[in-house]
């Protein structure tokens, strides 16, 4: 309770209040969701909910990247925990098979009593015993014998099927992230969009006031005034449309990623340089999709579970019991003497050890319906594998080919747009220093329509007409990068890799640090960088980190020598290393 109102007084932020110190962080691919007190930037609270703990987002960063948008869809996606809750129950549904081998407890107690209601008590006569009260006790245990192979078959097929529903987590986990990619990269552009736009309509409003000065002097018309209200209004009507779909996004995106939907959201406007980006070989996409895609490894783990379902055998079969039990007998005895009739208790005690067992007649024509079922069966889900690979080669062949093309008109669209920011300067320049009236012949992009060549003109709109033609140009490149990203996730996820996905992307961001630098995140940054000797350390200890892991999992015994960087470019080092780099590695007479 305590706990709950500490949240309450953060949410509702009425003071320097801070989170909760009970924290937990959702990971992936958990369930239940863990509770650990390990700091990330994303924080979840388990909270008391209906009597279970639910996980609540605590704290955020105050700008969302995308990266961190990619792990809240994964650890927090109501869609993904749905999954995940799917295959906790097919792991438990699992474990009750195997649990019909275990034997069967046997117990009862009866009681019988003589009633007397068409005939009367018979006489007895000397020797003879007549029951009046029957109490019967028993207890035993009893085991199946012929049921363990079929509820172990029965058990790995429930596994397969639990493996089934885990691929489909996975495929379920790629579908959200590749939404969520869409999403943020559309949210992203439509920022930039806005910026455009707010610059395309001052451009448009300095050009209306200089015809609106024209007309006050009679050198205007009103039609040239009305073309410019036009170009306004249509700029206007898609900011104004923009806006509301960007509103719309971050709702959409705040649902995918799990987040409440009063929780401000701020996004990063991160761009990535996806034009010279290669993915992998075409050949090796494929084949990496073919052995991991999630639709094909479910329609693999179908297959298994219709095999060991076959293997299991009908339930209409014969069955075998061994039983072994204790039974008492108490009866209240009359016993007729020669002098009259005496009341006399016994109590007999048996052990009873019996094999019994059940033949079905219909138990053959199962078998028979059972193979032929599972026959059919298997070879429907071995079609249906075989088509889900043709269907994953031929994803990410068009996916490659998607891509290939955006990269492709990226590239035509940077060569558009630096041609029309070349314009402008030139423009400009005229607007400054050049002749009016004469105008200065430029070459127009190979990808744009019309003449070869265009004449810039050195007149007064020159330079505002040059801008808004730079600014539609920054509006194609922008759009094409937004199209870049999306399809690069498509071609991450038809590859059954979207975790990777994220990586690669982060990668080629245009503020990513350069391959050559040392990730001096491995080791506290204070220390990393406190002189010099300490960063050559760094650099060394993470380029040999490769070789040092080889040779410890190999267990064989080796030395190391650290070099500064000035001693690496001596030529004793050169011989041994001719770029001057590390690792350096010896091993007799190999170099």
Known sequence: AEYVRAL????????????????????????????TQ????????????????????????????????????????????????????????????????????????SFEDRVEVFSSMPTLFAGDTLANTTWNFLLGL?????????????????????ETTRHRLDAELHERLTEATDLYFEAAYLMRQIAIEDAQLEVTERRAQYYRTLRDKGESTRLQIMAVDQVR???????????????????????????????????ATERFALGDYEPPLLEDAVHRAVVNH????????????AYYQQTAGPSVRPRANFSAGYEARIRDFELGTATGNVDEDRTDELVTLALSGQVPLASWRSKKLHAQFWSNMQSALQLAQESEVRRVRTAVEEAYMDFGAAQ???????????????????????????????????????DEPGAIEESVSSGVLAPLTAEYEYLRALDRANAVEMDLARRLARVWREMGDMNSFQTEITANGYDAARLDRPAVWMW????????????????????????????????????????????????????????????????????
């Open 142 to 162: 009893t085991q199946p014998l012929l049921d363990f192979k079929e509820n172990q078959a029965l058990t790995y097929a429930a596994l397969k099927d639990a």
């Open 233 to 267: 209004v249509g700029i206007e009507s898609e900011r104004a449309f923009h806006a509301e779909r960007l509103a719309f996004l971050h709702s959409r995106l705040k649902e995918v990623m799990g987040m409440p939907s009063d929780m401000i959201l701020h996004l």
């Open 408 to 446: 492709r008109d990226a590239a035509a669209k940077r060569a558009t747009q630096a041609f029309y920011l070349e314009k402008l300067r030139v423009a400009r320049l005229h607007e400054e220093f050049g002749a009016p009236g004469r105008p200065l012949t430029v070459l127009r992009p190979p």
């Open 294 to 305: 999630p639709g094909v490894l479910a329609a693999k783990s179908a297959l298994a579970s």
């Open 38 to 109: 390990t700091k990330r930037e994303i924080f979840v609270a388990s909270v008391p909910k209906d009597g279970r703990l639910a996980p609540q987002l605590v704290q955020l960063p105050d700008t969302i990247k995308f990266d961190t948008v990619l792990r809240l869809v994964e650890a927090h996606n109501p869609h993904v925990n749905e999954w995940r809750a799917r295959y906790a129950a097919a792991l438990v549904d699992a474990a009750r098979y195997k649990l019909n081998n275990w034997p069967r407890l046997d117990f009862g107690i």
């Open 8 to 35: 309450e007084r953060y949410r509702q932020r009425a003071d320097d209040t801070p989170p909760p110190d009970w924290r937990t962080l959702i990971r992936p691919f958990e369930y239940p969701f863990p509770r």
């Open 524 to 591: 506290r940054t204070k220390d990393a960088m406190a002189n010099d000797d300490a960063i050559d350390a760094a650099i060394q200890k993470l380029r040999e980190l490769r070789v040092r892991w080889a040779l410890e999992e190999a267990s064989l015994a080796y030395e190391h020598k650290l070099y500064d960087i000035a001693e690496m470019k001596q030529p004793t080092y050169l011989q041994r290393q001719p770029f001057g780099q590390v690792p350096a590695y010896k091993d007799g007479e190999l170099e």
